[in-house]
């Protein structure tokens, strides 16, 4: 990415197109150019630093959409959270260009509602238009909050009714067929997720100095958290013999347990191999996330408490087992045999009695 620093705000340069980056309110602002040519990039930050200079600020009346979602931005920078590039990216690559230059002043439920049927024409899954609407829905809230204001108001935003949680389950019999079919590179990250159900962001990070065998346990730390607290993850079932075979099989020197077997850690959004060996082991289309769900049933079906089941997963709240409604046919065939019997055995004890009284 090129960088050139001017005055008190920077040129760069992402894909094509030239951005400008100044300081507003003590707050880095970024802005497209919308331009491949640097001479335009150049002159659109002259302007900006010009008008911070003698003093001209956004007013409530002149505020837009671009300028709240700034807000968004900055705010992610200055916080350090980890969603910040795709935050940038949803920006980007929809919110700016059906609606960015809009007035705030301008837009309320009606212009929301608008959104969301545009977005949907586009073929946009009503859980991504809701991430997207919520980036704008903070950035009316910083606009509100700023000093001095840029908006006056925050308007109602819908937010729309989502229907995407899966309801497949891995059975330990799914699990043990599925291993067989995996690349070696992969079979210690799938073990241990199936295990404990942490995330695959957060395994990847897991230096070989965290495991301890003696004590039984993966010791997380707490910037690789999502939920930015450590945690400690236990060692059982298959895990070790797994751990054992990723830490032997790495170079020397190398610091990470899950490794592709020539030095390099696994990276990436999607695991290279992951889908050819669901399809290949017949059960296709199942996400990796989905052993995540598996774990926290399997915990669920071993009496392990919910509030320790969280702490190995790295859920925050139970929200989980009311969400993902940790049932399946088999606990409900389970639960309708336990029904029949205890109805047949209190059948049973009234003919007793009745007999008795006889």
Request: proline fraction near 4%.
């Amino acid at each position: 990415m090129a960088r050139r620093t001017k005055g008190t705000g920077s040129i760069f340069k992402r894909g094509n197109i030239w951005w400008i980056t100044y300081v507003r309110n003590g707050l880095p602002v970024p802005e497209s150019s919308r331009s491949q040519d640097k001479a335009e990039a150049d002159r659109l930050l002259k302007q900006r630093l010009g008008e911070i200079a003698i003093g001209k600020e956004v007013t409530p009346e002149k505020a837009t959409i671009d300028d709240l979602c700034g807000l968004v931005i900055a705010d992610y920078r200055i916080r350090k959270l980890r969603d910040l590039r795709t935050v940038e990216w949803r920006y980007r690559a929809h919110i700016k260009k059906a609606i960015g230059s809009m007035l705030a002043s301008r837009f309320g439920t009606k212009q929301a509602r608008d959104y969301i049927l545009s977005r949907r024409a586009e073929g946009a899954q009503d859980a991504t238009i809701n991430r997207e609407l919520a980036i704008i829905r903070r950035g009316f809230v910083l606009g509100r909050d700023e000093d001095p204001q840029l908006i006056r108001r925050v308007p109602k935003i819908p937010k729309l009714e989502e229907d995407n949680v899966r309801q497949g389950f891995l059975e330990p019999e799914q699990y043990e067929h599925l291993i067989g079919f995996l690349p070696q590179r992969l079979k210690a990250l799938f073990v241990c997720a199936y295990h404990v159900g942490t995330r695959k962001g957060e395994l990847r990070k897991i230096r070989i100095d965290q495991v301890d065998f003696e004590a039984g346990v993966i010791r997380v730390e707490k910037r690789q958290s999502k939920g930015k607290k450590p945690r400690t993850l236990p060692i059982y079932g298959d895990m070790e013999r797994w751990l054992r075979e990723r830490i032997e099989s790495a170079p020397e020197g190398f610091p990470y347990v899950f490794h592709n077997g020539h030095g390099r850690r696994l990276v990436g959004k999607h695991l290279d191999g992951w889908e050819e060996a669901c399809a290949a082991a017949g059960l296709p289309g199942l996400l990796f996330h989905d052993l995540r769900r598996s774990a926290v049933r399997n915990m669920k079906r071993a009496k392990v408490p919910e509030t320790v089941a969280m702490r190995i997963s790295g859920h925050k709240t139970r929200a989980i087992f009311d969400r993902y409604d940790i049932v399946d046919e088999g606990d409900l065939e389970t639960a309708g045999a336990t029904l029949t019997n205890y109805f047949s055995e209190r059948k049973e004890k009234r003919a007793v009695k009745l007999e008795r009284v006889r």
